[in-house]
Structure formats: C-alpha cells, structure tokens
C-alpha cells in the first residue's frame, strides 16, 4: 500500500475556544480570547497581586512537582467539582464524611469508570495533602475503587487500511505514524523537527507518557511523505521569519538558557497549527502544535465511512501496531521497549488479543463441525 499524502494549500483550523471562565475560589478569571493562545499558556496569578486563591496554590504546587499539564487541568476541575458538591464551603472546613459522599455521588450518579473515581480521590489527596498542608488520617482510609482489566480495542490489518484509505493529507500522514510507530495522540502532534532522524529511520519520542523518553521505528512507507511535508513545513517557518514570527514554546526553562532556540528550525513543530498565536509575557509570535481534535475529528469521518463495528479512536492504531508485531514474530520485550511500557506485563495484555483465538487453542466446534454442510441458521 502506497502512502498518498495529498498536502493542500492550508488545512482548516478547528473552532477557537475560549478559555473557561474558572471559579475564584479554583483558578484565576480569566476572558477568553480568541487568538489561538493555547490553554496551557495560561500563567498564575502574579506574586503580591491579590491574595492568592486555592486554584493559584494548586496549581503552583503542582508545577513545583513538575507534573504534566493534563494533570494539572484535570485536577484542578476535581477540586473546583468538589468545592461545587460540597455548597462552595471551605475545602480546609470538610472532612472524610463530604469526601466519601462526592466519591460515592460520582459512582452512583456519575456512573463514571473505577480509574476516573480513583483520578479524583487523587486529586483531592493533593488538594488536602500538599496544598492545604493537612495530614489528616482519614485520608489514608478511603476505599479506592477497584479497577478491573479491559481489553484493548484492536484493529485488522485490513480494517486499518480501509480507515487510511478514506483519510488524506496532513490527517492521513499522522495517522500512519501512530499505527506505524506505536505513538500516542499527543506524542504525534508534539514531534520537533530535531525528534526526526531520516537517516536511521527513527523518532525520538521526548516527555512521553511519565516524562519518559523513548525511541521508536520512522515506518519506510511514511518517509518519503513526511520529507515533502517538512520542507513545506520549513517553508512556512521561512515566511513567518519575514514577518518577525516563527517563535514555538520551548520546554522548561531552555527559551531563557537558550536565548533565540525558538526561532531554530530543529525546534520546530513537525505538524504546526495553521494559525499563530502572541505570548503575552514575552510579546513574541509563536505557532502551537496542530490541535489534536484536527486528528481526532478525522479518524472519526473515516471510521464512518469505513462502517467499522468498532469504537474506534487514535489510541486503537497504538494497540493494532503492537498487536500486529506480536502476531509477526516480534518478541515482547522488543514490543515493550517501542511502546515505552515501565513493566512487562502492561505490554503482555496484548497476547491476549492475537489473531489465533485465546491461548491458540482449536475451538471443539470448529473441529466437529469444521468439515463443512452444517447449516447454523
């Protein structure tokens, strides 16, 4: 199967959203802006501004312990949902009675998931634990749900196919790397220029999953479209220069050791937005990484054409690549390594999916009635 990547003149931009205007007591308010700032570029509130809220002090607690930004968000919404449930009282006022009910509301009402249930209790371990500075023993007491292990959604070699064949351009080039070298939504859309090895046919994937690094396989068969992009790609950087643009984020504090690296080609995106945004502390022009909804939003009118019978989303073609080198051959380790899997056994779930039915074995119907002339219905 050929990769054809048809490149247009522009892609079309997913809608703007605003930021979220956020409760005092849980976040800075904020007017959103609809100048393709992206949400994580939001700062806390400036040190002697104001009296700090418990939104401003989570949030730099965790910075302080440099968890992922998605962390961030997700627990400060946990916290700003529990401040609601509990009537917007004092967090530092409730206990392990308030605590239990809105764990217990979100099973029985929410209905949501064991993991989901257990994201939250987290979160508020850290709300009391490392930003209200209270070690409370009831803290260690609360039930944790059990989670059970679910089956990863796998696609077909030929089931993959039909979904690449109904995408094209930018959407389509993104798609064969997730399935073609095991990434993941984010780690796609975050490629630099620099993560990019032609030579020796490998992506390096930075900050993954547990800020861990890793290596993984640049699939052949993307090659020679991902050159045609990136010189595009360098194009548009060259016309930004002109324009006294061409800034991207840099990670940590490398934009103040590294002076003007953000203007670099290596530290460009491999997929950038389509439109620019202004950092407000610095004044520069930058671009952000192309919106993952791009993708998403993709897959989806492909799965539709395609008429799968599957749920099927970005990660589904992370767990068809490592099931499809399992059923080639590849040794487990070797599949562990590409995925980037802290433990063996989180990579074995995949052994249980392979095409030749549980554990291999033949089954008893297929052996009495595998000769054929049996009408079942």
């Known amino acids: 199967m050929s990769l054809r990547v048809a490149i247009g003149p522009e892609l079309e931009a997913p809608p703007l959203r605003p930021w979220s205007l956020v409760r005092p007591c849980f976040g800075v308010v904020r007017e959103g802006k609809d100048d393709g700032t992206p949400a994580d570029a939001r700062p806390l509130r400036r040190p002697g501004v104001g009296r700090a809220q418990p939104g401003d002090r989570a949030r730099a607690a965790m910075r302080l312990r440099h968890l992922s930004r998605r962390t961030e968000e997700a627990y400060v919404g946990w916290m700003r949902r529990f401040w609601e449930f509990s009537g917007r009282r004092d967090p530092s006022e409730l206990g392990a009675e308030q605590v239990t009910a809105f764990l217990s ?14 994201q939250a209790l987290a979160a508020l371990l850290f709300l009391y634990r490392d930003v209200l500075g209270r070690d409370l023993p009831w803290l260690d007491g609360l039930v944790r749900a059990e989670l059970r292990q679910r089956q990863p959604v796998v696609m077909s070699r030929a089931e993959v196919r039909a ?7 930018v959407p389509r080039l993104m798609a064969t790397l997730l399935y073609g070298a095991g990434l993941r939504l984010l780690e796609c859309c975050r490629l630099r220029v620099k993560d ?15 800020d861990k690094d890793r290596v993984t396989m640049l699939p052949a068969i993307a090659r020679p479209a991902l050159v045609v992009w990136m010189e595009r790609v360098r194009a548009q950087r060259q016309r930004d220069l002109e324009r006294d643009a061409g800034w991207v984020e840099l990670p940590n504090a490398l934009a103040r050791k590294l002076g003007s690296a ?65 059923e080639d051959g590849s040794d487990v380790r070797t599949v562990q390594e590409l995925l980037g899997h802290a ?35």
């Open 343 to 377: 433990d063996v056994s989180t990579t074995m779930i995949y052994t249980h999916v392979l095409n030749r039915g549980p554990a291999g074995v033949l089954s008893p119907a297929d052996r009495l009635l595998g000769g054929g002339g049996h009408e079942l219905v």
């Open 105 to 118: 509301s979100l099973a029985t009402l929410g209905r949501v998931s064991a993991a989901t249930q257990n």
């Open 196 to 210: 990019v090895d032609l030579d020796r046919n490998q992506l390096v994937v930075r900050s993954g999953k547990g």
């Open 262 to 326: 953000g203007r670099d080609w290596p530290w460009q995106w491999v997929f950038p937005a389509t439109r620019s945004y202004v950092e407000p502390a610095t004044g520069e022009r930058r671009r952000h990484h192309l919106h993952e909804t791009v993708l998403q939003h993709a897959v989806r009118r492909a799965v539709l054409a395609a008429g799968l019978n599957k749920r099927v989303t970005c990660h589904t073609f992370r767990h068809s690549f490592a099931t499809h080198l399992l």
């Open 163 to 169: 979904l690449l064949d109904r995408m094209d351009g």
